[in-house]
């Protein structure tokens, strides 16, 4: 039901409407009301004496807000837009004789009635201004509060068809992930479009592909596309709500339309009305989306069937983001491989060729390329004209086919650097310097998936780890508990049981020493490196007696090989890596080489042991993966993670290869020469 609200009052008897102020149903009913009747009247009336005391529609209460408590005279008017819609009621009582006091001489005249005609077209302009100047406050004050996105949109819908008479109205927004308009508000109608893709044949379909605003008299005589959503739809007015941005390209939102029940309901004024009230929407859309896409990004991370998402699907919907806030139509996230020392792409959008890319292109950490400076630097950077900056690898432009301004930005998780965040566009808006800090809160998101998942990994290599020497303990305790075995079988099960337990010990004490060393932060001192290959190989000399291998130091004339760095850690990553070559060799030799190449010390450690195999070679550093399995041999699959993460943080590599004459391995250790400080 229509209501009309109290919004003011001037009388001499000094009295003040109660907050708060009262509103009136819009009827029509004996004893409901007098000013509710005129008001559903629609007319300029005027009443007197009599015809005014015993009205039929009068409450019967006092007027206690005139001087006497009596109705000597009245005059009302209404106050209604160029459609004829009500927007209010002016209602003036008891005219002042020539004395100045009222009474039952004074009457309204046809002068009054003329200055009320005048007085209500100003106050109708008034109240239009007035709603329009609520409305565009109502926006800068969402634009702090961006988290109530759903109600403030059924808000603006409503008023705007309050604005233009509509009978319901809809917005509908584009969702990139769905690559379709989505209904995202409605009012009036049966509700049941909120939520749905708008359907390709339709007026509002067709305004986001013309880019233009429709206005139809009589939908019955159009013909162009259109969608019946509600059949009682006689008149309808469709605009679109896009942005411009610095560069003057345009960023297409949605659409936002209004029906009604008329024919010839709207024209050009509501139709440009429209237009403003979408371009002031478009703005706040724009400027809270920043928050509202990352809310969202926050709500898929901390969803509980994130557990089971494939990481990649996460970092595709940051970047979808990204594109929703910027209109950045490509983008990529490259995550960082420390113990293998590159970059591999682990996401993209934008374009479904480069899907095959994915987890297969990666940045060496010596190549010249945007990306890997900023995984270096752990800075952002903007490149203008990367076909003109050496900074840029010519190469991933020309794979990617990126042309544009360029803008990399680092993914830093616990004060690392996990991966790179490129952007780009083909077809939308270009990046520019200012998002360089624009972008942190989604590279935030992206560095804290990256290491989310990275987590999860370890954890199931550890499960798996755990759960297969469980499963061999439980079964040989079986058939300990056999009575039937013979004693010889017993003993022979009960040397594997402890073979087994072992092997459990050394996983988890393996995975606390691997963590430790994560945690500690590294000591920065003078060393001797001739010294630490020295004490290493003499450590390691009686177990390669013990196993019939031949083990060789072969270190360089210069006596002293000076570095500053955590020695302690270093000597605990030679260790890992000689102890990993001692464990595949069961006969021949291992050998040690210290040498000094340039600004580098190397340490080579070659073994004649068994290889590994061409499709394990990028599996080696990942933790938990060992190649000891069976034979009387186990491995945690940690030393040469603990290894390589150590000599990373030290500035250096751990490298694998492949020995091209005969069977074995090369794990090259290289750490660069630093002077104190």
Same mark, same amino acid.
């Given at each position: 039901?229509?209501?009309?609200?109290?919004?003011?009052?001037?009388?001499?008897? +000094?009295?003040?409407?109660?907050?708060? !102020?009262? /509103? =009136?149903?819009?009827?029509?009913?004996?004893?409901?009301?007098?000013?509710?009747?005129?008001?559903?009247?629609?007319?300029?009336?005027?009443?007197?004496?009599?015809?005014?005391?015993?009205?039929?529609?009068?409450?019967?209460?006092? $007027?206690? !807000? =005139?001087?006497?408590?009596?109705?000597?005279?009245?005059?009302?008017?209404?106050?209604?837009?160029?459609?004829?819609?009500?927007?209010? =009621?002016?209602?003036?009582?008891?005219?002042?004789?020539?004395?100045?006091?009222?009474?039952?001489?004074?009457?309204?005249?046809?002068?009054?009635? @003329?200055?009320?005609?005048?007085?209500?077209?100003?106050?109708?302009?008034?109240?239009?201004?007035?709603?329009?100047?609520?409305?565009?406050?109502?926006?800068?004050?969402?634009?702090?509060?961006?988290?109530?996105? %759903?109600?403030?949109?059924?808000?603006?819908?409503?008023?705007?068809?309050?604005?233009?008479?509509?009978?319901?109205?809809?917005?509908?927004?584009?969702?990139?992930? /769905?690559?379709?308009?989505?209904?995202?508000?409605?009012?009036?109608?049966?509700?049941?479009?909120?939520?749905?893709?708008?359907?390709?044949? @339709?007026?509002?379909?067709?305004?986001?592909?013309?880019?233009?605003?429709?206005?139809?008299?009589?939908?019955?005589?159009?013909?162009?596309?259109?969608?019946?959503?509600?059949?009682?739809?006689?008149?309808?007015?469709?605009?679109?709500?896009?942005?411009?941005?610095?560069?003057?390209?345009?960023?297409?939102?949605?659409?936002?339309?209004?029906?009604?029940?008329?024919?010839?309901?709207?024209?050009?004024?509501?139709?440009?009305?429209?237009?403003?009230?979408?371009?002031?929407?478009?703005?706040?859309?724009?400027?809270?989306?920043?928050?509202?896409?990352?809310?969202? $990004?926050?709500?898929?991370?901390?969803?509980?069937?994130?557990?089971?998402?494939?990481? /990649?699907?996460?970092?595709?919907?940051?970047?979808?983001?990204?594109?929703?806030?910027?209109?950045?139509?490509?983008?990529?996230?490259?995550?960082?491989?420390?113990?293998?020392?590159?970059?591999?792409? +682990?996401?993209?959008?934008?374009?479904?060729?480069?899907?095959?890319?994915?987890?297969? *292109?990666?940045?060496?950490?010596?190549?010249?390329? &945007?990306?890997?400076?900023?995984?270096?630097?752990?800075?952002?950077?903007?490149?203008?004209?990367?076909?003109?900056?050496?900074?840029?690898?010519?190469?991933?432009?020309?794979?990617?086919?990126?042309?544009?301004?360029?803008?990399?930005?680092?993914?830093?998780?616990?004060?690392?650097?996990?991966?790179?965040?490129?952007?780009? %566009?083909?077809?939308? #808006?270009?990046?520019?310097?200012?998002?360089?800090?624009?972008?942190? #809160?989604?590279?935030?998101?992206?560095?804290?998936?990256?290491?989310?998942?990275?987590?999860?990994?370890?954890?199931?290599?550890?499960?798996?780890?755990?759960?297969?020497?469980?499963?061999?303990?439980?079964?040989?305790?079986?058939?300990?508990?056999?009575?039937?075995?013979?004693?010889?079988?017993?003993?022979?099960?009960?040397?594997?049981?402890?073979?087994?337990?072992? !092997? =459990?010990?050394?996983?988890?004490?393996?995975?606390?020493?691997?963590?430790?060393?994560?945690? &500690?932060?590294?000591?920065?001192?003078?060393?001797?490196?001739?010294?630490?290959?020295?004490?290493?190989?003499?450590?390691?000399?009686?177990?390669?007696?013990?196993?019939?291998?031949?083990?060789?130091?072969?270190?360089?004339?210069?006596?002293?090989?000076?570095?500053?760095?955590?020695?302690?850690?270093?000597?605990?990553?030679?260790?890992?890596?000689?102890?990993?070559?001692?464990?595949?060799?069961?006969?021949?030799?291992?050998?040690?080489?210290?040498?000094?190449?340039?600004?580098?010390?190397?340490?080579?450690?070659?073994?004649?042991?068994?290889?590994?195999?061409?499709?394990?070679?990028?599996?080696?550093?990942?933790? *938990?993966?060992?190649?000891?399995? +069976?034979?009387?041999?186990?491995?945690?699959?940690?030393?040469?993670?603990?290894?390589?993460?150590?000599?990373?943080?030290?500035?250096?590599?751990?490298?694998?290869?492949?020995?091209?004459?005969?069977?074995?391995?090369?794990?090259?250790?290289?750490?660069?020469?630093?002077?104190?400080?």
């Amino acid at each position: 039901m229509r209501r009309l609200e109290f919004v003011g009052e001037d009388c001499e008897s +000094g009295y003040v409407q109660p907050e708060p !102020h009262p /509103k =009136l149903p819009i009827r029509s009913r004996k004893r409901g009301g007098l000013t509710s009747h005129l008001a559903n009247c629609g007319l300029i009336v005027r009443l007197h004496g009599q015809s005014l005391r015993e009205n039929e529609y009068r409450a019967g209460h006092r $007027a206690i !807000h =005139l001087i006497d408590g009596v109705d000597y005279s009245l005059l009302s008017f209404p106050l209604k837009n160029r459609k004829g819609q009500l927007l209010g =009621l002016v209602k003036v009582q008891n005219k002042k004789d020539s004395n100045g006091k009222p009474g039952t001489q004074a009457k309204f005249t046809n002068t009054d009635v @003329s200055l009320a005609v005048f007085l209500s077209t100003r106050l109708v302009v008034a109240l239009q201004g007035k709603e329009l100047v609520s409305f565009f406050k109502s926006l800068s004050a969402w634009q702090s509060d961006p988290g109530q996105l %759903s109600s403030f949109e059924s808000t603006t819908v409503a008023r705007a068809a309050d604005l233009v008479g509509a009978d319901q109205g809809s917005l509908a927004l584009w969702d990139e992930s /769905k690559r379709a308009l989505i209904i995202t508000a409605q009012v009036g109608g049966d509700g049941k479009r909120i939520r749905t893709r708008v359907p390709r044949r @339709s007026v509002i379909q067709t305004v986001w592909n013309r880019r233009e605003s429709i206005c139809i008299a009589d939908v019955r005589q159009y013909q162009g596309p259109y969608f019946a959503f509600d059949p009682k739809t006689r008149s309808k007015v469709a605009v679109l709500l896009a942005t411009r941005d610095a560069s003057a390209h345009l960023r297409l939102i949605g659409v936002l339309s209004v029906d009604s029940y008329t024919k010839d309901n709207f024209d050009t004024q509501d139709q440009e009305m429209l237009e403003g009230v979408a371009d002031a929407l478009a703005a706040a859309i724009i400027s809270a989306r920043p928050e509202t896409s990352i809310r969202h $990004a926050l709500a898929s991370l901390s969803a509980p069937a994130r557990v089971y998402a494939e990481p /990649k699907k996460l970092l595709v919907s940051i970047l979808e983001r990204v594109r929703e806030t910027y209109g950045f139509d490509r983008g990529l996230i490259y995550v960082a491989e420390e113990m293998s020392n590159l970059l591999r792409l +682990g996401a993209q959008m934008g374009d479904h060729h480069h899907e095959q890319l994915v987890g297969r *292109y990666t940045h060496g950490a010596n190549m010249d390329s &945007l990306a890997v400076r900023v995984w270096k630097s752990g800075e952002p950077l903007y490149s203008e004209r990367p076909r003109e900056d050496s900074r840029v690898s010519q190469d991933g432009l020309d794979v990617f086919g990126i042309e544009g301004p360029l803008l990399g930005f680092p993914l830093v998780h616990s004060g690392k650097t996990v991966g790179v965040l490129i952007g780009w %566009s083909s077809d939308g #808006p270009k990046p520019r310097f200012e998002h360089q800090q624009q972008l942190a #809160p989604f590279a935030q998101l992206a560095a804290a998936e990256i290491a989310i998942s990275y987590a999860y990994g370890l954890l199931d290599e550890w499960i798996h780890n755990i759960a297969q020497p469980t499963q061999n303990v439980r079964g040989l305790v079986d058939v300990i508990l056999r009575n039937n075995q013979q004693q010889s079988n017993k003993l022979r099960f009960l040397a594997t049981l402890g073979a087994e337990i072992g !092997h =459990l010990v050394a996983v988890v004490e393996r995975s606390r020493l691997m963590r430790q060393h994560q945690r &500690l932060a590294p000591v920065v001192e003078e060393y001797c490196l001739r010294q630490v290959v020295e004490s290493m190989y003499h450590a390691f000399l009686r177990r390669a007696y013990e196993k019939g291998i031949n083990l060789q130091l072969v270190l360089p004339e210069v006596r002293e090989c000076l570095n500053y760095g955590d020695e302690n850690r270093v000597s605990i990553a030679l260790d890992e890596v000689v102890n990993n070559a001692l464990n595949h060799t069961d006969q021949g030799r291992v050998k040690i080489e210290l040498m000094e190449v340039d600004e580098w010390f190397k340490i080579s450690v070659t073994d004649d042991g068994d290889g590994v195999p061409e499709a394990y070679t990028k599996e080696i550093f990942r933790p *938990y993966f060992s190649l000891l399995r +069976g034979g009387g041999r186990s491995g945690t699959g940690l030393g040469l993670t603990i290894a390589s993460g150590i000599i990373v943080e030290e500035g250096g590599t751990l490298t694998f290869t492949r020995r091209e004459t005969s069977p074995g391995s090369i794990f090259t250790v290289a750490l660069p020469r630093r002077s104190k400080a």
